[in-house]
T-cell receptor, first 113, second 116 residues
């Protein structure tokens, strides 16, 4: 069965600092991996996705993530945090052909001025 | 290009009642999935519809049912509401074509249901 673990339910960084949100997955077959962002009282917006092409994936708003099969990880990074990045971030996995998404518990990112 | 839309945005019901939530997929998408997001949790998969049939189902009781119409829009019905059904209900749309297939899902803003 697929599962996702997001390390750290809350992460706080200073404006301009590196953002690193951790995601580890479990899947018995090659996965698709996703990061979504959720702003307060809104739905989920797709940040980026890995679908078995390049292992380093670039997304919107300056975010990127690297698929590391040996570590079963798909960590999300951004070189310089902006106040507007404050939100809840969800990592999700889907086995190819499974079509449904399995989400982690989420990480709340806070940006300090 | 309209994204995924959902109605209503908020809903208050009492225990035992029934509720219907609606979703229109993103233009060009033919597949609709429904998720339940309890407060402080990640979304949980309820079911997925395409070609007007339920294709996959998560671990939700039969009180949760759905429908897809010929124009690809969808409804989620929940009968005999329980307090624990209070959550944000998210609809996501996708299509088989394109990178990531039906796994690449685009979400609507959600319907927040409160059961009293």
């Amino acid at each position: 069965a697929q599962s996702v673990t997001q390390l750290g339910s809350q992460v706080s960084v200073s404006e301009g600092a590196l953002v690193l949100l951790r995601c580890n997955y479990s899947s018995s077959v090659p996965p698709y991996l996703f990061w979504y962002v959720q702003y307060p009282n809104q739905g989920l917006q797709l940040l980026l996705k890995y679908t078995s092409a390049a292992t380093l994936v670039k997304g919107i708003n300056g975010f990127e993530a690297e698929f590391k099969k040996s570590e079963t990880s798909f960590h999300l990074t951004k070189p310089s945090a902006h106040m507007s990045d404050a939100a809840e971030y969800f990592c999700a996995v889907s086995e190819v052909g499974a079509q449904k998404l399995v989400f982690g518990q989420g990480t709340r990112l806070t940006i300090n001025p | 290009d309209a994204g995924v839309t959902q109605s209503p945005t908020h809903l208050i019901k009492t225990r035992g009642q029934q509720v219907t939530l609606r979703c229109s997929p993103k233009s060009g998408h033919d597949t609709v999935s429904w998720y339940q997001q309890a407060l402080g949790q990640g979304p949980q998969f309820i079911f997925q519809y395409y070609e007007e049939e339920e294709r996959q189902r998560g671990n939700f009781p039969d009180r949760f049912s759905g429908h897809q119409f010929p124009n690809y829009s969808s409804e989620l019905n929940v009968n005999a509401l329980l307090l624990g059904d209070s959550a944000l209900y998210l609809c996501a749309s996708s299509t088989l074509t394109g990178t990531g297939g039906r796994e690449t899902q685009y979400f609507g803003p959600g319907t927040r249901l409160l059961v009293l």
